[in-house]
């Protein structure tokens, strides 16, 4: 278990954060870049000094700001994967993962070494320079590195996004596969929702120094407690004012948007509001379509602004004249001419509908 | 004036100061071979003096250089790596003596470390002579060129990828590892051109040591002082000896230069 609590000031920010990753889970820090991300992970190696603070792992204080105790990060055992992965460059691949092996013969620690690499697929270049290995075989290298001197706690920053389109797709699903295996805390961090989903067992989303949300990327893309929450997992936000309030059981909530169009929500509100709907929640119907026979009581009329196909969906940006996203498949675009400029129904469910204050 | 003509101006201009520059910079050194035939080049060599000079030169530069390097580039590691009160003004004054004439460097030592000065009492007691002694030349030359290494090593240390040296802290080892193990590898083009400076520049030495330790052969007697005691009676001698001095200087200057290039190559990737 790793448990970490600090506080500390990140230039005009206000970091102030609470964080418990047991062992063998994967926790993903989440956020913009700005909100504090990285020094979290930074202290908690002890690369940097919190304000105030206290940091445990597995029974062990590693830093106690009230106590005035803090030990160096070479007598943490953190292994850390650098956003841009730290490879010594003066060093061949091997001596890279051996550099964490200390008091072992040369033998031995090349042995070990080889067999990290072995693990993840890169023995061949146990010999190279990194500076001659491409994105994806540093990654590698980099974790086994990492996870040479059987660390007590591992800390990866934004381990993906050094990494081009191409190879961050194998990347993530050898990083889930390896996470599944560790058996130790896991303490991840990313500005991408998508990849927190994927990557942590947990995801906890940080806006303004504070962690605003922790749970299943599922729960909170289903109830997300914020706007900031809602837009970050993905939905889109649209800014409004309560017209009617419901009671968040049978009367809906009438949400007047700014701009123009009224949106129905399940969920209890007051004043100024966000509403977030996920794109994979919005369907599109012709602009002439009845809307008799449907249980969505959302239907405004909207115009097509942009249509870009993502992997086997097609994302179809809206004016509301507020933006909107819905995904369709490729088959509703041509069955609906979606092009800029057509005149669309964008319709989803009240229930599907989340209200959060502005 | 067309476009295209004021376009083609500044690269011309910028080519014309290159070669006015070159010209000037490359002419005496040119001249020194050209004046100096190598049947006299041979026969400064022969000559005891010009040898014992040369010898000089070669081991106090040696133990300067060495002094520099040993307690220089701690003292850099430390000017790049931290910030405290006072830091710039600490880094002024190693870098004064850069800016200092030769002349007033002398004095200074004598002031400092000379008989009369303020801890010639305390040399005196411990039995250590500095002046007119051959260990006089060593710290005369430590004088006037630790700053060329310490600037060097300096923004060498600064430039190594700070991921790097917390990469190496997180995989368990403490700072002095992280210099010897990282910091210095990843930093050694760097240091070696601050060696080169440094070296050049003790050898080339010749204000402060003369003032501080005198023009005695065999003693304190570098090249350039010989070159300065012969230039009066025997020009051709001290042309000769020139041409020795910039051949030597230039062969440890392009060899540190080299054997930094070999080892540093891949930490500059």
Redesign the interface.
Known sequence: MLSAELRTRVGALELEVALEVPAGACVALAGPSGAGKTTVLRAVAGLVRPDAGRIACGGETWLDTAAGRSLPPERRGCGYLFQDYALFGHLSVWRNVAYGLRGLPRAQRRERALELLERFGVAALADRRPGSLSGGERQRVALARALAARPRALLLDEPLSALDARSRGRAARELVRLLRELDVPVLLVTHDFAEAASLGDEVAVLDGGRIVQQGTAAALAARPASGFVADFTGAAVLTGRVAVRGDGEGALTVVALDGGGEVRSTDAGEGPVAVAVHPWEVTLEPAAAPASGSSASNRLAAEVVSVTEVGNRVRVGLALPQPLTAEVTRDSVRRLALAPGTRVQAVWKAAATRVTPH | MTARLRGACFPALLFAALAVALAFLVLPVLAIFLETSPAQLVDSLGDPSSRDALRLSVIATTIAVAIVVLVGTPVAWLLATRRFRGRELVVTLLELPLVLPPAVAGIGLLAALGPQGILGGLLDQLGIRLVLETAGVVVALVFVSAPFHLRAAQSAFAAV?R??L?????????EARTFA??AV??A?PGLAAGVALSWGRALGEFGATLMFAGSFRDITQTVPLAIYDRFATDFDGALALSAVLVVVSAALLLSVKLLARDH?A????
Request: aromatic share 4%; no cysteine; hydrophobic share 40%.
């Open positions: 990828d991921s790097w917390e990469a190496s802290r997180t995989l368990g080892a403490g193990r990282v590898p990843a050694l540093g891949d930490a500059l990737r």
